[in-house]
């Protein structure tokens, strides 16, 4: 039946056993711990150590001393070994390469001889084994009795001397005025074992009666250190989750199989959830099944990506649906994998309010360049359209004479009234280009051409032109389609046609020349440029005139050519102004273009009708 001192070494075995479990869990946690790791190794030779204590104690014959002393030395001098490594981390001191690397190797040395020798490092023959009876009656096996060889005393100098120099380190640290409260700490207890060690050699010596001490003196540093480190860790969350309770947007961490790891205050008030209701739980356990589902495959998205995921979801929150930001990234091992997310809501209600009252009030705008546009081509289009309407009058008035005769010529009249249905078309082309134009709706964006489409507003510049004395060129190459509004898209022309023929008021007439040009750049864009042959733009001033408000009229509002820029970067496209090399300036936009192939079929023949 096993006494008082063994029962009090098993109990140490298991208070060691789980702390070394319970630092290696912690140290494996993302990101890794090394100082954890250590104490985790620490632990579990020390465990190793206490159980080979109790195993020479209960020795009933001479071998199982032996292998049970061999233990039991080759665990003190483990212990040794990972001392200073421990000691670095936890004091996060660096250039002690050295110290680590001879006093490991000269562990590693001791427990190769241990094992080597016949005895192991602590007897030089056969041990004798003898009964002890402890003060309070317990018989246990004798294991005072040692041979002082040079192995012993060599391991045990080592172990002296990596104990004493742990607490100097550590003084010597916190005399620094660095890292203060663990150099203290680690100070105390490597003094803590160094006493115990030293019972230990006074028992051995037989300068002191009674069992060995340093096992207690290892488990009192165990906890002080595990003390320590576990304080330490609550601190760093608790001081994580005051970050994130202070940062305006809902966050959350989870782990890679969806287990919540934490949440700020955020997040507790738009779901609802407690930080304790929430942690160790998946989303199953806490939203409908769609949610929960929706969610949880956004989340294998980013860890199988190992990309950055954005979207946005609508949430009720006090009676009232808000729209929020969706942020989602993966938390990266060393090794580059991810076995964490976390997750940011932003709410963006307003934002996206706003950016809807911009969009509204920016297509007021256009819609107020257009009608200004439109009017100044008032006179013009009642020229243009009082050509048709003057020869359907003609034509009428010629058919009406004819059906007079006695004999009417019906060749004659059905030729007239092919006339006056041509006509007609060519008025109701006019009113339906003016129409588009005034439209306050945007349009669908269509498949256009865009040559056919520049020269329909060349068409109706016609007239202004002629008036202006103003010559039009044109190179309109066919056949580049593009995907565009295409009232937008005239009125863009429209703008940089009207500021050309301005341009040139002051020039003389027979020197009015405006050329209009579409043609491909690269096979993939439709570059269209309008070139005048004015007094030029200074080119201080050729960024500028693309500015809000900013005109070189005398009437000028400057809102023409933001307008224009505005609408061929919604188009991605790309609008800009250069000089020429004699006289004027280009202006010019392009467009992204589609494939040939998409124009198959119905669609070709509805863009051939712009």
Not at 408 to 423: G, H, K, M, S, W
Not at 426 to 448: K, S, Y
Not at 529 to 542: H, S, T
Request: aromatic share 8%; net charge neutral; proline share 3%.
């Amino acid at each position: 039946m096993s006494g008082f001192l063994i029962l009090t070494l098993s109990g140490l075995v298991g208070i060691l056993g789980y702390a070394s479990v319970l630092h290696a869990t912690i140290g494996l946690e993302r990101p890794r711990s090394v100082v954890h790791l250590l104490f985790a190794l620490w632990s579990l030779i020390l465990t190793a150590y206490v159980a080979a204590k109790i195993g020479s104690y209960r020795a009933e014959t001479p071998e199982a001393l032996v292998l049970m002393r061999r233990i039991e030395t080759s665990g003190s001098m483990l212990l040794t070994a990972v001392l200073p490594w421990f000691a670095a981390a936890f004091l996060g001191l660096k250039n002690l390469r050295f110290m680590q690397v001879a006093i490991t190797a000269g562990c590693i040395v001791v427990v190769i001889a241990n094992w080597v020798l016949p005895y192991g490092a602590s007897f030089n023959t056969q041990p004798e084994l003898r009964p002890w009876i402890l003060p309070w009656g317990e018989r246990v096996t004798d294991i005072r009795a040692l041979d002082r060889g040079p192995w012993y005393l060599a391991g045990a100098g080592l172990i002296f001397f990596t104990f004493a120099w742990g607490v100097w380190l550590a003084l010597r640290t916190r005399l620094a005025g660095r890292e203060r409260r663990r150099a203290a700490t680690l100070a105390a207890c490597l003094a803590l074992a160094l006493g115990g060690d030293i019972g230990n050699f006074l028992v051995n010596w037989g300068f002191m009666q009674g069992p060995h001490t340093a096992e207690f003196s290892f488990v009192a540093l165990v906890l002080m250190l595990d003390i320590e480190l576990s304080h330490e860790r609550r601190q760093f969350r608790t001081r994580i989750q005051g970050v994130l309770d202070n940062v305006p947007a809902a966050v959350q961490l989870k782990l890679a199989d969806g287990r919540y790891m934490m949440v700020n205050r955020a997040y507790e008030e738009l779901f609802q959830l407690t930080q304790r209701s929430v942690v160790g739980k998946t989303d199953r356990d806490l939203f409908p099944a769609q949610r929960a589902e929706a969610a949880r495959a956004a989340d294998q998205q980013v860890l199988r990506s190992l990309q950055v995921h954005r979207s946005e979801e609508t949430i009720v929150q006090g009676g009232s649906a808000r729209i929020f930001a969706v942020l989602k990234f993966p938390l990266m091992q060393p090794d580059g994998t991810a076995d964490a997310l976390c997750c940011i809501y932003t709410d963006v209600t307003h934002q996206r309010r706003s950016e809807r009252e911009m969009d509204a009030l920016r297509r007021q705008v256009w819609h107020a360049d257009r009608v200004e546009r439109t009017a100044v081509l008032a006179a013009s289009l009642a020229h243009e359209m009082s050509q048709p309407l003057t020869a359907i009058l003609s034509n009428a008035q010629a058919a009406l004479r004819f059906l007079a005769h006695e004999e009417p010529d019906l060749a004659e009249v059905q030729a007239i009234l092919r006339d006056v249905v041509r006509d007609d078309k060519r008025a109701a082309d006019v009113i339906n280009g003016l129409r588009a134009m005034l439209r306050r709706q945007d349009a669908p964006r269509e498949r256009i051409d865009i040559g056919l489409c520049v020269g329909g507003v060349v068409d109706l510049m016609h007239s202004d032109c002629v008036e202006r004395g103003v010559m039009v060129e044109h190179s309109l190459a066919p056949g580049l389609i593009v995907l565009a509004d295409k009232a937008q898209i005239q009125q863009v022309l429209l703008n940089l046609l009207m500021n050309a023929n301005e341009a040139m008021g002051e020039t003389s007439s027979g020197s009015r020349r405006l050329r209009v040009s579409v043609s491909a750049t690269d096979g993939s864009r439709a570059l269209v440029a309008v070139r005048d042959e004015g007094p030029g733009i200074d080119p201080e001033d050729l960024e500028r005139v693309f500015d809000n408000f900013y005109t070189t009229k005398a009437k000028g509002l400057g809102m023409g050519l933001a307008v224009c820029r505005a609408i061929t970067e919604a188009h991605g496209g790309r609008l800009w102004a250069e000089r020429n090399a004699g006289a004027g300036v280009t202006f010019a936009f392009s467009l992204a273009t589609l494939p040939q192939e998409t124009m198959a079929g119905p669609a070709a023949a509805q863009t051939a009708a712009v």
